[in-house]
């Protein structure tokens, strides 16, 4: 990909968004962001939450789509579940893509007015598998099947799951689509340094609440207890998504990279999409501010330098010019 001379050049985005459920909408607001500034998304790769935000985008349908998501409370989000006792899955999927369905209309990847490749993961010999045609829902139904919650997609002889699995950060794919600038959204970043929101929320609700489930196992869980079962699994998962997502930063580089630290906000927000939304347009306004100027420095740097190689090549042919006067003179 080539990088960009100067701010006139840096218009056309390649866009990468991560995994990370509700965090991801956070993505609503990045994007909402580089189209005030007058960028150009030519292109999306997305994970997870990122392949449904981006797919909404790609589609032409993004603010339908946070539209919708200002409506969801938590009634709404559990009558969204579709429950089920299968041994490999607590829910099914159907539900959630059912009511997507009726705000954005099922189209083919390939007719979308902007570049889209969502990212799942093969279970059976954990590679990645990239959605580039075909239906939107289907790729975007792949995508977000999170392991031991969501039902897995079987598609011929492979079983996919989340594309977080292995590939939490899709710059690999962004890389190679259209646009001048890579942009990078992980929201899945390291951890921010405060109190766990999972924990704050848990505290809370086992002080307050009267729910037999919850009692339960606050009753197995002493209070205050940091490390458990529950804690030590999440934990676990959330150091291999940080790690691969860190991987592919390093490996592609992005021009612009907005980092949300994977514990600023819960995993199941769903409910707020406007604190989200909100706190990932800032976090890109700084980051396409911060790139900007160093922008400038290098323009700067690269002026200073032209100017002294200038001034040190005139220096020296009128130094030679000097030299060769008395000689002149002679004759």
């Known amino acids: 990909m080539l990088k960009p001379k100067n ?3 840096m218009r056309d985005v390649a866009l990468a968004l991560s995994s990370g459920g509700a ?50 409370d ?3 989000m559990l009558s969204l579940l579709d429950l089920s006792l299968s041994i490999n899955h607590l829910v099914k999927g159907e539900k959630v893509i059912d ?29 990645e598998v990239v959605f580039s045609k075909g239906s939107l829902y289907d790729a ?15 598609r011929g002889d492979m079983i996919l799951v989340d594309g977080g699995v292995v590939n939490p950060l899709p710059l690999k794919q962004a890389s190679k689509m ?20 999972a924990k704050q929320l848990f505290e809370a609700r086992r002080r307050h609440s009267r729910s037999l489930p919850l009692n339960i196992i606050a009753s197995l869980i002493p209070e205050g207890l940091d490390v458990n079962y529950f804690s030590l699994t999440q934990r676990m998962c959330g150091l291999m998504i940080q790690q691969n997502a860190a991987l592919s930063i390093e490996l ?9 630290p994977m514990d600023r906000f819960g995993s199941f927000e769903y409910d707020h999409v406007d604190k989200i939304s909100t706190f990932g347009r800032t976090k890109m306004r700084n980051a396409l501010h911060a790139y900007a100027e160093q922008l400038s420095q290098q323009a700067t740097a690269a002026n200073h330098s032209f100017t002294s190689q200038a001034m040190a090549w005139l220096q ?4 030679l010019k000097h030299e060769t006067l008395p000689e002149k003179h002679q004759k």
């Open 252 to 260: 592609y580089k992005p021009e612009v990279l907005v980092d949300i």
């Open 99 to 127: 009511a997507l369905k009726e705000i954005v209309p099922d189209v083919a990847i390939e007719d979308l007015p902007v570049e889209y490749q969502a990212i799942a993961t093969d279970w059976k010999n954990g590679r």
């Open 178 to 197: 259209a646009g001048d600038m890579l942009v990078a959204v992980n929201v899945s970043g390291s951890y921010w340094g405060g109190e766990s929101k």
């Open 74 to 76: 938590r009634r709404k």
């Open 7 to 9: 701010l006139t050049t």
């Open 23 to 72: 965090r991801g909408l956070a993505h609503i607001g990045a994007i909402e962001e580089l189209e005030q500034q007058g960028y150009r998304i030519r292109s999306v790769a997305g994970c997870s939450m990122g392949a449904l935000v981006g797919g909404m985008y790609a589609a032409g349908r993004l603010a339908e789509f946070k539209e919708w998501m200002q409506t969801v």
């Open 316 to 319: 020296k042919l009128l130094g």
């Open 140 to 154: 975007i139904r792949a995508s977000i099947s999170l392991p031991l919650f969501f039902n897995p997609v079987r």
